[in-house]
């Protein structure tokens, strides 16, 4: 079963525009992850955040984790259509932390 | 500085046919891990090597699906007697760390 799962499911927005992402998970977790696939290729780590964190910054993102209430979101700032891809969270459990359970994802469109 | 590379690419097979996918770590990286990805979904967890260690096989779908990694390094996912429901991109990752690194996958199509 989906541990993390995103919304909105597909997300269409105009270059330079703001675009957020949201993951909500079910159980305690080690840490979070966020990746990016674009079309038909391997996945690319983006940022982690470890469970005792709230917020992290890398370049145009920014990630914020609330544990109370099993989220996280993802904002990439200033969009640029190179952006445009599938953006997944991947949860880390306490108990296995080198496994990772991905949401079934967040279809990005940025329109030139 | 070779990143995780998977072989084959794409591979057509005929149902009940047996199929192995290549993967090749990024050297040094003592964990691999191997996903499936359907169309349009996330990643299934499937298998987890670490080292010298057993591995974590808790995410094979069935016993049809095998997996051996060779000297701590390169790894073979083998499915045998392969089913339409296989049809899906099998991505393989390696890590020295929390962050994975992943391969290009391979998109196996069971006719």
């Known amino acids: 079963s989906q541990q993390g799962e995103e919304d909105p499911q597909a997300l269409s927005i105009q270059e330079g525009e703001n675009a957020t992402m949201n993951c909500s998970y079910k159980?305690?977790?080690?840490?979070l992850q966020w990746y990016r696939q674009n079309s038909g290729r391997g996945l690319v780590h983006l940022i982690l955040i470890r469970s005792n964190e709230r917020e992290k910054h890398s370049g145009r993102l920014r990630v914020t984790l609330d544990t109370s209430k099993k989220s996280s979101s993802l904002l990439i700032t200033a969009s640029r259509a190179a952006d445009t891809a599938s953006y997944f969270c991947?949860?880390?459990?306490?108990?296995?932390?080198?496994?990772?359970?991905f949401g079934s994802g967040t279809r990005l469109l940025v329109r030139p | 500085g070779a990143g995780v590379s998977q072989s084959p690419s794409n591979k057509v097979t005929e149902k009940g046919k047996d199929v192995e996918l290549r993967c090749d770590p990024i050297s040094g990286h003592t964990a691999l891990y191997w996903y499936r990805q359907s169309l349009g979904q996330g990643l299934e967890f499937l298998i987890y090597f670490q080292g010298n260690s057993a591995p974590d096989k808790s995410g094979l779908p069935s016993d049809r699906f095998s997996a051996e990694r060779t000297g701590g390094s390169v790894s073979t996912l083998t499915i045998q007697r392969t089913q339409q429901e296989d049809s899906a991109v099998y991505l393989c990752?390696?890590?020295?760390?929390?962050?994975?690194?992943f391969g290009p996958g391979t998109r196996l199509t069971v006719l």
């Open positions: 991947a949860t880390a459990r306490g108990d296995s932390s080198y496994k990772l359970i």
């Open positions: 990752a390696s890590s020295s760390g929390a962050e994975q690194f």
């Open positions: 159980t305690s977790i080690n840490n």
